[in-house]
């Protein structure tokens, strides 16, 4: 017995009025609805932080205009800076690495609103982290403009204007000497 192209003998075709009968039968027949159920197997998505992104943004703005307020005065000792109030012993434990450094971001090849922009992002991601003690690099200045160390005092005078920044030293040189800063963060 030999098949038809749909699986249906060929000596075995429905007769015309079985067709006609099948589909007067099926004439008032409507496709069902898409059942209103919640389908389980699909992945929920993720939670946006978005407070932390508001966060975030306030805080690259504020550095912003920071980097750009008009006030070019110089730190009277830009190596070291401890917040009013704190004991002078935090000084010499953070030079002699007395903390661990947690975390550490390097500066090299960024402008100075980069360099600053990257500053504020990591300090913000540290302290949501809960890091302590963390080193920014940001070189010693012998490849821009004059020799002078661009990103060393903007840094500098920016970590001196947050919240979070207790104290920070210009570490030894086997931490970076003059082309980093240690920085004791806020608990």
């Known amino acids: 017995m030999k098949k038809a192209a749909r699986g249906v003998p060929r ?5 015309p009025d079985d067709i006609a009968l099948f589909r007067a039968e099926m004439r008032d027949v409507a496709p069902a609805k898409p059942v209103n159920r919640v389908e389980p197997w699909r992945p929920k998505p993720s939670p946006v932080p978005a407070q ?15 980097g750009t307020d008009g006030d070019d005065t110089e730190l009277e000792d830009d190596s070291l800076f401890l917040r009013p109030g704190l004991p002078r012993d935090i000084l010499r434990k953070l030079r002699r690495t007395h903390w661990v450094i947690q975390d550490d971001v390097d500066l090299h090849g960024l402008g100075a609103d980069d360099a600053a922009a990257a500053t504020a992002a990591f300090l913000a991601d540290c302290r949501r982290r809960g890091v302590r ?10 490849r ?9 005092r903007r840094i500098r005078k920016l970590l001196t204007r947050r919240e979070e920044v207790l104290a920070f030293v210009e570490p030894r040189a086997v931490h970076g000497g003059g082309g980093a800063v240690v920085v004791l963060l806020e608990a």
Do not use: F, N, T, Y
Not at 11 to 15: I, K, L
Not at 52 to 61: K, N, Q, Y
């Open 144 to 152: 821009s403009r004059g020799r002078e160390p661009v990103l060393k």
């Open 133 to 142: 003690c963390v080193r920014i690099i940001h070189g010693k200045g012998l």
């Open 11 to 15: 000596d075995q075709h429905p007769a």
């Open 52 to 66: 932390r992104i508001l966060d975030e943004r306030a805080v690259l703005e504020e550095l912003a205009r920071l």
